[in-house]
């Protein structure tokens, strides 16, 4: 099992930013590839960012490639993702997941967290 919390959520201006953190808990967090995924209100959670065990391999939704970025650091059990330059429509609750596989699909992930609440305004 792995246990997930994560923390960083809040009200925000457009184009401001904020940078969710993930802590992981139980197994070991460098043998597991992280994701984020966002859920916006009557809409299907979607991928967001995903970053191999070894961050040698990152990917990003066009929504947000440019302005978000996703990290890790294996020493701290934690994985980052710092957004920028945040639009109303980022507005949903965000989740981390953990996957033995490397995915930009929700499937492979068998661990996720409760979510936080991301809120743009215009």
């Known amino acids: 099992q792995v246990q997930l919390v994560e923390s960083g959520g809040g009200l925000v201006q457009a184009g401001g930013s904020l940078r969710l953190s993930c802590a992981a808990s139980g197994r070991t967090f460098s043998n597991y590839n992280m994701g984020w995924f966002r859920q916006a209100p009557g809409k299907e959670r979607e991928f967001v960012a995903a970053?191999?065990?070894?961050?040698?391999?990152?990917q990003y939704a066009d929504s947000v490639k440019g302005r978000f970025t996703i990290s890790r650091d294996n020493a701290k059990n934690t994985v980052y993702l710092q957004m920028s330059s945040l639009k109303p429509e980022d507005t949903a609750v965000y989740y981390c997941a953990a996957s033995h596989f490397f995915a930009v699909i929700a499937g492979p992930y068998a661990y996720w967290g409760q979510g936080t609440q991301v809120t743009v305004s215009s």
């Open positions: 970053v191999s065990w070894s961050a040698n391999s990152i």
